[in-house]
């Protein structure tokens, strides 16, 4: 696929760019954006997964979102660390499909896997940018970085701004759906299941801006603006 990328979504598992930013990613798509997907690890193993299962799901998954790129780095699962050779391979990914927006786990979870992925986009963004190194591409830095929420801990974070997906909630579950060995199998079926926590959580985020649903976003630094013109009236009150 062309480099250049609108928006690059690290995802430490196959499903995580799914849950925590699927509607972010359609609605970014909608406007005419490239969008990818590069997940660190297989996800396996799971109680009702595989590898080869987890493939058909993403692919799956993939079609629903229509992606740009998606790619999966192959990292060890469960024991994620942000190795030197870890930062290069991800910085490599930076280097080659240039993303002007990152989107990164939240730091702070309970799951090792979440907050190596955190530290290690932080530090291969940094890498990315380097001069005299083999690494392929040329140097780039992402100017942009954004933290989605991919957490396991019962903890509330206050956001930076929570992106409106109202129009796209539907295709959102319709692409977690594609992932049944780990959303679907084995699950309890009464309410409220696991889909149902997603799609609550959504609309508790859409309800603090006056919208239908929502996904929280952090930034480490501030966001700057050069006018108010584009908010509309509702989302100044």
Known sequence: MDSGLDILVVAPHPDDAEISVGGTILACKAQGL??????LTNGEPTPYGSPEIRKQETAAATAVLDLDYRENLELPNRSLESSLEARRKLAIVFR???PKVILAPYWEDVHPDHVSASHLTDAARFWSKLSKTDMAGERYWPPQIYY????HLRIHPKPSFVFDISGHIEQKMDAIRSYESQMITGRPTEHPTVLDDIKDRARYWGWTIHRAYGEPFASREE???????????????
């Open 96 to 98: 080659t499909h240039r």
């Open 148 to 151: 989605f929420w991919s957490i």
């Open 34 to 39: 490239r969008v990818g997907v590069i997940e």
């Open 223 to 237: 966001i700057g603006i050069q006018s108010f013109l584009p908010l509309s009236a509702e989302e100044l009150t």
